[in-house]
T-cell receptor, first 111, second 118 residues
C-alpha cells in the first residue's frame, strides 16, 4: 500500500492558482494517482486521475514527474467554493483495490 | 458519471438499537464495495471490503459482529451497526469501482450517512 504525504492545510485567495503536492515515494509500477475533493458532510468527489506527465480536465490539472514519486494537483483561479479537503490516493485501478486515505490537505480559500 | 447512493443520509437512534445503512450503485454493477468511517476533522478510515456473494473482509480492529455487511446483489451493499452506542456515532461512507472496460477503473463514493447514537 503506497503511503502518501500531503501538507495538512493551505490558504489561498480567490482567483489564485493553487498547487497541492503529494509525495508517494514507494509508488508501484502499476499504480495510478487519483485526487478527490471532499466537502463537509459529503462523500469524496473524484477530481482527476493520471499515471505520468500531465493530465488536464475541466476542473484541474495533474502534474506527475518522470520518477512518479510525487504529484501536484493544480486548481486554476480558485473560488470560495473550492474550500474543501483534497486527498491524494495511489494504487492500481482495480475494482478490488483498497484505498488507504492519508490526512488530506485542507484548502481554505479566502475572499 | 457513475453514481453511488446511500440511504438514509442521516439517522438518529437510541443506544442499544441496530441501524442499517444501504449503499447502491445506480448505473453500474459493483462486485466490490467498500465501507469507510469518518470522525469529525479526520480522514476516512477503511472499515471493510464488501464482496458480492461472499463474506466481507474487515480491517484490523473492526468488529465484524458489530458491523454486519451484506452484499446481496451487484448493486447493493448494506452495513448494519448492531447494538449501537454513542461511540459509534460517525459519518459512514461507501464506495464502489465502476468497471470501464479498460485498466482505468475509478472509485466513486456515496454521499455518506450521518449516524448519531443517543
Amino acid at each position: 500500500l503506497a503511503k502518501t504525504t500531503q501538507p495538512i492545510s493551505m490558504d489561498s485567495y480567490e482567483g489564485q492558482e493553487v498547487n497541492i503536492t503529494c509525495s508517494h515515494n514507494n509508488i508501484a509500477t502499476n499504480d495510478y494517482i487519483t485526487w478527490y475533493q471532499q466537502f463537509p458532510s459529503q462523500g469524496p468527489r473524484f477530481i482527476i486521475q493520471g499515471y505520468k506527465t500531465k493530465v488536464t480536465n475541466e476542473v484541474a490539472s495533474l502534474f506527475i514527474p518522470a520518477d512518479r514519486k510525487s504529484s501536484t494537483l493544480s486548481l486554476p483561479r480558485v473560488s470560495l467554493s473550492d474550500t474543501a479537503v483534497y486527498y491524494c490516493l495511489v494504487g492500481p485501478t482495480s475494482g478490488t483495490y483498497k484505498y488507504i486515505f492519508g490526512t488530506g490537505t485542507r484548502l481554505k480559500v479566502l475572499a | 458519471g457513475a453514481v453511488v447512493s446511500q440511504h438514509p443520509s442521516w439517522v438518529i437512534c437510541k443506544s442499544g438499537t441496530s441501524v442499517k445503512i444501504e449503499c447502491r450503485s445506480l448505473d453500474f454493477q459493483a462486485t466490490t464495495m467498500f465501507w469507510y468511517r469518518q470522525f469529525p476533522k479526520q480522514s476516512l478510515m477503511l472499515m471493510a471490503t464488501s464482496n458480492e456473494g461472499s463474506k466481507a473482509t474487515y480491517e484490523q480492529g473492526v468488529e465484524k459482529d458489530k458491523f454486519l455487511i451484506n452484499h446481496a446483489s451487484l448493486t447493493l451493499s448494506t452495513l448494519t451497526v448492531t447494538s449501537a452506542h454513542p461511540e459509534d456515532s460517525s459519518f459512514y461512507i461507501c464506495s464502489a469501482s465502476r468497471p470501464s472496460g479498460r485498466a482505468l477503473d475509478t472509485q466513486y463514493f456515496g454521499p455518506g450517512t450521518r449516524l448519531t447514537v443517543l
